[in-house]
């Protein structure tokens, strides 16, 4: 319920707090008073829209905070908390309207925008009057009145379920196709890579060991030149080991007839020959460590380049080829097994939209029962309110070929006014009084189902007098057993069923230079004499005072 309404400086209301009650509040007053100021400020609290003439002259900023107190399963609840907006016991929406133009929106004194305030609003609050193009007459909320009315909800949300299964098997064979299309398109060239690459026929770290092998074959090819000199030297036709053996062997010879003279030169040499031999010993191994096919290099070089041209042409390390040759050859594969995919995933979808058709059918079946029940439900209510020769008609379009989360139907509500008129939308066919009369048969019907907790009716008794009057005076008590009713009124009829009575005035203040609106709750008595003004006019007689004592006394009774 809405519990408190704090308005500041908003046109001519510069300082007011309302405090409200369940049940129904009438809000009377003279023409002009302020009643509409009231309810413009309570739309901008909801998200309408701002406008700077909102702000009172000479104010550089106006303000307006509904409280409402909800149950803890409602659905404004689970929107806050998607919002990450604390969820407090009271629900306080302030709208701040600034001289310049610009608003500001809070949700429990956190920012919101003014989107989102509005779509929090439409939860909770909705405004009738007699030239309403919101709430009852917007054509998108009447399929889900129809739903709520007729309790289709488990049968929306098979229909809900069954589109979002034919959603994904749309999205899985599309996806499926474009793969084999793309598979199609890439196939010579799929084909050709796998020859190359099988042929090639590499292997993870095989890149590095040619490496490392022909740096170790260029390395002995350099050392091949140094290796010849070093063998010339020691083992070549001029080898010093020759002459030195020559030489020691003729010291030798002559050493045992000098009287051992030379035996330290022979021993030197000695030790010489036997260097030199550990010496050629030495050049040998080496030459034994470079024996190595001279058609080596050239065969290690010729496989690191084409390792190399390959993993560039495919702009990948050599490493990464093993995993390119599986990347295409994974790719034929799809393509041979992508006939049989698509077939299954055409067969899924055949069975997902068969299955949506059979929900969105049974919604339909449920949503006409539920029409023809909102139109005897509705009908029966329109006598009473002078509407006895109108029909209600719930249009209800089946287009099969539709498909939605919502089903295939388009619902709208429309009305006949007269015999023999063309029936029509609400909004074009009947006159400003008919309208709130049809939205006040509805909302009877659908209080309880699909309504926001407070509903306020805007002067729909306008034009209007004695049992019309009288018979809109009942129906909304009847509502606000169910929600809290607000009711903008000049029909005493009206007023005298509410169980909190609201005086709507126009005050001038400081000797004539200002003029404010002011609110005021009627105890008993008072409220017994704005009924009396209310049947007399201007002039309060003692017949309109007791007209009006009656008038109270008889629906209170």
């Known amino acids: 319920m809405l519990s408190a309404i704090s308005i500041r400086n908003i046109v001519l209301i510069d300082q007011l707090d309302l405090m409200l009650d369940r049940g129904m509040t009438a809000l009377t007053g003279e023409t002009g008073a302020g009643k509409s100021i009231l309810l413009d400020s309570l739309s901008l609290a909801l998200g309408g829209r701002g406008d700077a003439a909102l702000v009172r002259k000479g104010c550089p900023q106006g303000q ?33 309207q600034y001289a310049d133009g610009r608003t500001r929106g809070f949700i429990n004194d956190q920012p919101v925008s ?29 399929r889900t009145l129809l739903d709520a009315f007729g309790d289709c909800q488990m049968a929306l949300a098979k229909t809900s379920a069954a589109f979002k299964a034919l959603g994904q098997a749309q999205d899985a064979l599309n996806r499926q196709e474009a793969k084999v299309a793309k598979a199609q398109e890439d196939e010579d060239f799929a084909r050709h890579v796998i020859v190359e690459l099988s042929e090639l026929n590499t292997e993870v770290g095989e890149e590095e060991a040619l ?16 290796v010849r000199d070093a063998d010339e030297v020691l083992n070549g036709p001029n080898a010093a080991s020759s002459a030195l053996a020559g030489l020691m062997r003729q010291l030798m010879r002559k050493g045992e007839a000098e009287g051992g003279l030379f035996t330290p030169l022979v021993e030197s040499l000695d030790a010489s020959l036997v260097a030199l031999d550990r010496s050629s010993e030495a050049l040998e191994e080496i030459k034994r460590q470079m024996e190595f096919d001279p058609l080596e290099l050239e065969r290690t070089e010729e496989r690191l380049f084409a390792l190399r041209a390959a993993a560039r042409k495919h702009q990948v390390s050599c490493d990464e080829l093993p995993a390119v040759l599986d990347k295409y050859a994974q790719a034929i594969r799809d393509l041979e097994q992508g006939g049989d995919d ?14 949506y058709q059979a929900a969105a059918k049974a919604l339909a079946e449920q949503r006409a029962q539920a029409a023809d029940k909102l139109v005897g439900a509705v009908e029966a209510e329109l006598p009473d309110l002078k509407l006895g020769q109108a029909k209600f008609i719930v249009d209800h379009q089946i287009d099969e070929t539709r498909e939605s989360a919502n089903g295939f139907d388009v619902i709208e509500f429309h009305v006949q006014t007269n015999p023999g ?11 400003g009084g008919e309208l709130s009369r049809f939205l006040l048969a509805l909302k009877v019907v659908l209080a309880d189902k699909g309504s926001a907790p407070v509903l306020i009716f805007d002067e729909i008794d306008t034009g209007v007098g004695g049992a019309v009057a009288d018979a809109i005076g009942k129906r909304l008590a009847r509502l606000s057993a169910k929600v809290q009713v607000l009711s903008v009124t000049h029909a005493p009829q009206v007023a005298a069923r509410a169980t909190k009575h609201l005086l709507i005035e126009k005050q001038v203040i400081a000797e004539g230079s200002l003029t404010r609106t002011d609110v005021a709750e009627l105890d008993d008595k008072a409220r017994r004499e704005e009924v009396a003004r209310m049947l007399a006019g201007s002039t309060i007689t003692d017949e309109a005072r007791a007209a009006a004592h009656r008038l109270i006394d008889e629906v209170s009774a």
């Not at 698509?342 to 299955?355: E, G, I, M, N, P």
């Open 64 to 96: 307006v905070v509904a409280t409402l107190h909800l149950p803890q399963k409602h659905l404004v609840r689970d929107l806050m908390r998607e919002n990450e907006l604390d969820d407090d016991e009271e629900i306080i929406l302030r709208r701040v």
């Open 114 to 142: 003014a989107k989102f305030l509005r779509q929090l609003g439409a939860h909770l609050i909705e405004i009738h009057g007699q030239h309403d193009d919101r709430a009852l007459v917007d054509p998108a909320t009447h």
């Open 211 to 226: 490496a490392t092998t022909r740096q170790r074959l260029m390395a002995l090819e350099k050392a091949a030149d140094e």
């Open 342 to 355: 698509l077939t299954a995933l055409r067969d899924a979808l055949d069975k997902a939209r068969t299955d």
């Open 421 to 431: 008129t063309h029936p029509g939308p609400m909004m074009k066919v009947a006159s």
